[in-house]
């Protein structure tokens, strides 16, 4: 007897079983908020790198 095909098949490999509440993408985490963010932080990090060297 051929054991190897016995059951069911098996799903695609790497398939996410769910989704996320919180995926890129979605309402609540929309594509593109990500680079303001990063933008925004790397605005920050300079005035406070040029406040260090002020003062």
Known sequence: MDYSKSGGTKGPKGQPRHKEHNA???????????????????????????????G
């Open 24 to 54: 890129p993408g979605g309402d609540k985490n929309p594509f593109g908020k990500r680079n303001d963010a990063k933008a925004d932080l790397v605005r920050k990090l300079k005035e406070a790198a040029q406040k260090r060297e002020e």
